[in-house]
């Protein structure tokens, strides 16, 4: 049986814990400089141990997986011992704090027998797999524009102890920690970004790095993108992932819409077919009066627990270690979307279009830093 230790016992602990009891992988530790806290969230885990220090679990021959849960600027360090042991490593996104961490990590995987995933789970939502598929076989013509929107306000508590959004912590703000997800999925579904445009700023939130950033930005395949992100958002914004064609275009619940209807329909019923969408649990009528008998013996019927995300990156990279295939989200690719994350650091700090790629002649490879915001004007 694979056994895994979690380093971080942290806000997406239990989203990690939960797929991987879901996948028959064994908890073998949980690793949190709380004593109290790595306790508690590994009791419901039968033998799992709690422990404080993260070195403990490479010297563990029950330890085939080190999964990475914890603040950005750690990950070079727990990464790259893992794999100089020769562990497979699970790393949440971003992979690093900064590129040079990131290139760190990229030289230590290479030389190692481990496999690393980097942990960008909504290319393995359904909503975003239709939205690949009609891509990948150009059902919506010549491309030539996406926009992308996220409202995500950040957790209220990270920012009261003033730990969220420390570039020197995370890398970043709301671009970093929150819209490096559509960073990956425009890599993905796009290729690679050729030159970024930029603005940012601190508007909403009491932290030190950027709480809005919009920029605009020209792939290698001459399509263009706008991004805006924000931490400030209310109930019922719906966040937008929309693709222009020239004769179809989709939005990001994968509704798509066309001149003919033909085409429409015939696209929205494959588009079901392939990769239908979480049912919400039920909550009135008939089918909610069976759930609610049902919770008196224990059943939930019509509860339909919602896809995780998670759960099916991590099984598709367990079954990699099986079939000693490829990652599903590599080391590289966690470095492309730090990349672009940086591209458009740089474009808003220097008010000047930046050209990719971005290496160690940058000045930002190894990071911003709360100087360099400042100087910049920005907070």
Request: overall charge neutral; charged content about 20%.
């Amino acid at each position: 049986m694979t056994k895994v230790a979690i380093i971080g016992a942290g806000t997406i602990f239990s989203e990690h814990a939960q797929a991987y009891a879901q996948l028959g992988v064994k908890l073998a530790a949980v690793v949190d400089i709380d004593s109290a806290r790595a306790a508690k969230v590994a009791s419901p885990y039968p033998g799992a141990l709690a422990l404080t220090s993260w070195q403990e679990v490479l010297d563990r021959d029950d330890v085939d997986i080190v999964d990475i849960c914890t603040p950005p600027s750690t990950h070079r360090e727990i990464a790259v011992a893992a794999l100089d042991r020769g562990k497979h490593v699970v790393c949440e996104k971003p992979l690093a704090v900064h590129l040079a961490d990131a290139d760190a990590i990229l030289a230590a995987a290479s030389k190692s027998n481990g496999k690393l995933l980097v942990v960008h789970q909504l290319r393995y939502h359904p909503q975003y797999q239709r939205l690949k598929w009609l891509v990948e076989n150009q059902h919506l013509g010549k491309i030539h524009l996406v926009r992308v929107q996220r409202y995500d306000p950040p957790p209220k508590h990270l920012v009261a102890q003033g730990v969220w959004g420390r570039w020197d912590l995370a890398g970043g703000g709301v671009l970093m920690t929150k819209a490096i997800h559509e960073l990956d999925l425009l890599l993905w579904m796009f290729g690679p970004a050729k030159q970024v445009q930029a603005m940012m700023g601190t508007f909403y939130q009491p932290i030190e790095s950027e709480d809005q950033l919009v920029a605009n930005v020209l792939f290698q395949n001459g399509m263009q993108a706008s991004l805006c992100v924000t931490g400030q958002g209310y109930a019922g914004q719906r966040n937008q992932f929309d693709i222009f064609g020239d004769q179809t275009s989709v939005d990001q619940r994968a509704t798509v819409w066309s001149e003919s209807r033909a085409t429409q329909s015939a696209l929205q019923t494959s588009l079901d077919q392939r990769f239908p969408l979480p049912v919400p649990p039920a909550t009135s009528g008939w089918k909610y009066f069976v759930r609610r008998v049902g919770w008196k013996f224990g059943k939930d019927f019509y509860g339909h627990r919602p896809l995780s995300a998670h759960q099916e990156i991590l099984r598709a990279y367990v079954r990699s270690l099986t079939d000693d295939t490829p990652s599903p989200v590599s080391g590289n690719d966690g470095r492309r979307s730090m990349e672009l994350c940086t591209a458009m650091y740089a474009a808003a700090l220097t008010g000047q279009t930046v050209t990719l790629p971005i290496d160690s002649t940058s000045p930002y490879y190894q990071g911003i830093t709360q100087d360099d915001y400042r100087r910049a004007g920005l907070r």
